[in-house]
C-alpha cells in the first residue's frame, strides 16, 4: 500500500510524548497500557493471547505481518490487545499457511494499529520510564484532546481483568499437540496413564492446554470465581492455575480458590498469572515491574541449570515475603533475578513465571508438564498404598 493512500494515526502517551504515523487495522481510538515484545516470531500468538488484555503492543521486530494470519495459531477464539504498534507493516503476506492479512486480521475484530513511527526509539523510552498508558487515534489527532483521554484511563495496578476474559462455563479440551509440531515425543512416550486436570481459567492460552492433553490428561476448565468445593468435585488428580491479564493482587476470588485448593493437597501447577496467584495463596505479595518482562529469550533457572523461556508478565512476587518455611525459590529470571518459579517444599505444588508450552518460543521448559504429570502419578500410587 502506498502512503499516499495511508490514514494518519497518532499515538500519545500518558507523558504527552507524540508519534506521529499511519494507521492499519481498524479505524478510531484505543486506550491502553503501552507495553513492548521483544519476540522476532508469533505476533498472531501475541495478539490472541489474553494475558495481554487492556495492553497496546509495540513489536520491536521491525516487520510485522510477512506471514499473514492463520486459524491454527491462535491463542484464543480472538485478540484481546488494545492495540498494535509497528515500524513497518506488509499488506501482502508470503506464506503458505496464511489465510489473512494482519491488517485485515485487526480490522475484523476492530482493533486499532499504528505504523511508520520509530519503534526503536519508544521502546527505549518504556524501559527507561516504565511501562504506561496511551492511546491511538485515526480521528483524534489533536495530542491534548487524546492525551486528555489516556490520562483520565484506569493504571494497570489494581485492575482485575481476568473477568473479562475467563470462560463463562465449563468445558472439556481434548485437542493434543498435532505430531507435525510434537517436540516431546519421548517424554510423552513414557506416561502411561490418564489423568484429570481442572484448569482454572483466568486467561488460559490453547497451547498450554495442548500440552496438558498431549502428556495424556483429561482437561476440565472452569471459570476463574469457581469455588474450591466445586472443583473438587471433579475429583482431579490435579489442579492447574493458568496465565491471565492484569493485577493478580485484584484476583481475591482465584486466590481465595486457591488457598483452599492447598488444603486438598492434590498437585497443582502454576504459570504466569496462575503462579503469582499461589504466590498470594501461600503468603506472598506481588509488585508491579517497571516494564515487565515479554519476549522468547528471558533467561530462568537456578544451581547451574539455564531454560531459555518465553515470559509475558507485567508483575512479580516479592522474594521477601515468601514464607520460606513453607516455600522455596526454583527459577530466578537471571537478567534481573526476579522471582521465576517457586515450589512448595512440603506439598506436589510448583509454579512459574513464564510459558513452559512456549508458543512462541524455545521449548527448554516443557519438562515442566512432565514434572506435573509424574507428581499426579506419585500422588495416585501413595493414595493406593
Known sequence: M??????????????????????FGAL??????????????????????????????????????????????????????????ARNICHQPSNWRSTQSLPDY?????????????????????RMYGAMNGGISTSILDENELLAMVQAAPNMKGLNLVQEVTTPSMYEWS??????????PEAIAKIGASFTVVALDFGVKRNILKRLASYGCRVIVVPAN??????????????????????????????????????????MFGICMGHQILGHALGAKTFKLKFGHRGLNQPAGLQQRVEITSQNHSFAI???????????????????HTVAGVRHKSLPVFSVQYHPEASPGPHDADYLFEQFVLEMQTARQTAIT
Open 2 to 23: 502506498s502512503l499516499s493512500n495511508a490514514i494518519p494515526a497518532l499515538l500519545v502517551l500518558a507523558d504527552g510524548t507524540a508519534y506521529r504515523g499511519w494507521s
Open 106 to 126: 485487526l480490522k475484523q475484530y476492530e482493533i486499532p494499529g499504528i505504523f511508520g513511527i520509530d519503534t526503536r526509539a519508544l521502546t527505549r523510552k518504556i
Open 226 to 267: 469457581t469455588p474450591a468445593e466445586e472443583i473438587l468435585k471433579y475429583n482431579p488428580d490435579g489442579i492447574f492455575l493458568s496465565n491471565g491479564p492484569g493485577d493478580p493482587a485484584a484476583v481475591t476470588a482465584g486466590i481465595n480458590t486457591a488457598k483452599a485448593l492447598l488444603e486438598s493437597k492434590k498437585p
Open 318 to 336: 516479592d522474594p521477601d515475603s515468601l514464607p520460606s518455611t513453607v516455600v522455596e525459590v526454583s527459577h530466578l529470571n537471571l537478567n534481573d
Open 175 to 184: 485437542e493434543a499437540t498435532t505430531n507435525d509440531w510434537e517436540f516431546n
Open 28 to 85: 478510531g481510538t484505543t486506550i491502553g497500557e503501552v507495553v513492548f515484545n521483544t519476540g522476532m516470531t508469533g505476533y498472531q500468538e501475541v495478539l490472541t493471547d489474553p494475558s495481554y488484555t487492556g495492553q497496546i503492543v509495540i513489536f520491536t521486530y521491525p516487520e510485522l505481518g510477512n506471514t499473514g494470519v492463520n486459524p491454527e495459531d491462535e491463542e484464543s477464539v480472538k485478540p484481546h490487545v488494545k492495540g498494535a504498534i
